[in-house]
């Protein structure tokens, strides 16, 4: 059954226009029928089947008929604090980042970043990585979408972000092994293609970042997130 992110109030034994990407996609990609079912989503938790029983030709409408309350959401909420850098990796380390589970995902800019987004490309930027999350969210099975947060600079972030694990990845003498249990909110730093400087990182020790350290090989930064949060899931259900 298709899945679709749509942003409207949704409710048992009511009936909703389908917003306009849902119904350019469902109905004329798709080529859905009347009759036909679909699984939405609003990211308030849980998800409906819904049916259509209207269709014409710039609308359709829809019946909301049942609800599932399921969560497939972790059982911690991960922070990302992201470099942006250019091109398809920003896509990738975001569309990767959703499907495994992060809770949002903080745009950074540091010495080494290639990206200054500015005044109007910033909110069309933002909106095209949220977009991303979305889509990732609607094949993935998650029912939450993590939010993009707007650009801050480093400096910042690490002055107001509160979490009670905090990881920045970067190289240490021996691999920091995380705790048996870990705890319900954890912010993950990961610095630019040409990592985070020293002094950054330092920056970041002292307002109660721990250094870690995934294996013995330089990731990209786009891969970084992946594996890091592949590891923050595996530890957890090896102690669930």
């Not at 977009?131 to 990732?136: D, E, F, K, M, S």
Request: proline share 4%; aromatic share 8%.
């Amino acid at each position: 059954m298709s899945r679709f992110y749509a942003d409207i109030p949704l409710s048992i034994n009511t009936i909703v226009e389908l917003p306009e990407m849902v119904f350019h996609h469902w109905t004329r990609v798709l080529r859905a029928g009347l009759g036909d079912q679909a699984t939405f989503f609003n990211g308030l938790g849980g998800e409906y089947v819904v049916e259509l029983i209207e269709i014409n030709k710039k609308n359709a409408q829809a019946r909301v008929i049942s609800f599932d309350s399921i969560d497939r959401t972790q059982p911690y909420f991960v922070t990302l604090g992201e470099v942006m850098s250019k091109g398809d990796r920003m896509d990738y380390a975001i569309q990767k980042a959703t499907e495994l589970g992060v809770g949002a995902i903080q745009l950074l800019t540091s010495e080494r970043c290639e990206m200054r987004l500015k005044y109007d490309r910033d909110q069309k930027k933002i909106d095209h990585w949220q977009q991303v999350a979305i889509a990732a969210c609607e094949q993935c099975g998650l029912n939450r979408v993590p939010k993009i947060l707007a650009p801050l600079s480093l400096d910042d972030w690490l002055l107001i972000i509160q979490s009670e694990l905090k990881l920045v990845l970067a190289p240490i003498d021996a691999t920091n092994p995380l705790p048996k249990v870990l705890p319900a909110t954890i912010s993950l730093l990961i610095g630019a293609e040409g990592g985070l400087t020293q002094n950054e990182i330092e920056q970041a020790e002292r307002t109660g970042f721990v250094k870690w350290q995934l294996g013995d090989r330089v990731l990209r930064t786009e891969t970084a997130p992946v594996v890091a949060l592949a590891q923050l899931m595996l530890s957890s259900q090896q102690f669930n």
